[in-house]
């Protein structure tokens, strides 16, 4: 699934005429359960004992193998491929992140532990609701998450409340997670699909490399010190304003504001219609 999800998101992300991608689950009451016990019961074996810290070196070296696809390749024969392939599975996140395709998680179902973090990593979480959960349950075999749970999670719904599930394992039901805010809407578990469908058509009408800067403006420099990340921001603001699309727009509502004496953004009709077409005037998006 990890390459599967993989090749999926590099094509949306390079793909200009890819402005979403929506995921959900095959089984009747599942989005995405979680990771194959024994795949990782069997990443676990073969080598000795380690601490943390001997842990971090290995996580970084395995992201380093992962670049060099020759290197990747021998590697992969060995004991380390679980670790390459969950290292896979955090870059594919990441990248979701920093895309301009919007992400939408149609959570038809309950999702546990890499179920959950594949939602997390997700722009918009959309859920059925009835007897669903959605949580990190690791504790609960001795393990902890490991596909970004720990990091996503509390800046959704914060460090405390983050705690308190993880360390419990106890996963939300969706009255819970709206209201924690882990997740975005709760509806009728047959109008999941139609309505992320039908958010990830709305956002995605607006221009696919702006939507790009906002997210890793929001999803990295957010985590910044202020002066670091009011920086990363200006520089992502810098390239979309001098970008062919952004100075067209502007000069185009710049001449209407001249030609109409009004502001059009303050204008009530005006905006409802540029919200509705993802643009304020007729400048083709990038």
């Given at each position: ?58 996580a ?12 990747r390749?021998l ?24 895309s ?19 939602a ?14 959605i ?19 509390p ?6 409340q ?125």
């Amino acid at each position: 699934m990890s390459k599967h999800l993989k090749e999926l998101v590099d094509r949306a992300d390079r793909d200009p005429d890819i402005h979403a991608v929506v995921f959900t689950g095959t089984h009747p009451d599942r989005f995405l359960s979680h990771s194959d016990a024994r795949w990782l019961q069997e990443g676990g074996t073969g080598f000795p004992p380690i601490n943390t810290r001997t842990a971090k070196l290995v996580a970084r070296m395995g992201r380093l193998i992962n670049r060099v696809p020759v290197v990747r390749t021998l590697a992969g024969m060995t004991r380390l491929k679980s670790l390459l392939q969950l290292d896979s599975f955090h870059a594919t996140f990441l990248k979701m992140n920093a895309s301009g395709t919007i992400f939408v998680a149609a959570l038809n179902g309950s999702a546990l532990a890499v179920g959950a973090e594949l939602a997390f990593a997700c722009d918009l979480r959309i859920m059925a609701d009835g007897e669903h959960v959605i949580g990190l349950t690791e504790v609960l075999l001795g393990l902890t998450p490991g596909g970004g749970g720990t990091q996503r999670l509390p800046r959704l719904i914060g460090t405390q409340q983050t705690l308190l599930a993880v360390l419990e394992g106890r996963p939300f039901t969706p009255a819970e997670a709206l209201s924690l805010g882990a997740v975005d809407e709760v509806v009728p578990q047959d109008k999941v699909l139609a309505r992320s469908i039908e958010r990830a058509e709305y956002l995605s009408l607006r221009s696919k490399k702006s939507l790009g800067a906002i997210k890793r403006s929001i999803y990295f420099g957010s985590s910044l010190s202020l002066e670091d990340g009011l920086q990363f921001e200006h520089a992502e603001f810098l390239v979309r304003d001098q970008s062919k699309e952004g100075q067209g727009r502007l000069l185009e509502y710049i001449a209407t504001t001249d030609a109409t004496g009004e502001l059009p953004l303050l204008n009530r009709e005006t905006y409802a219609r540029a919200l509705a077409a993802g643009r304020i005037g007729g400048s083709p998006s990038e």
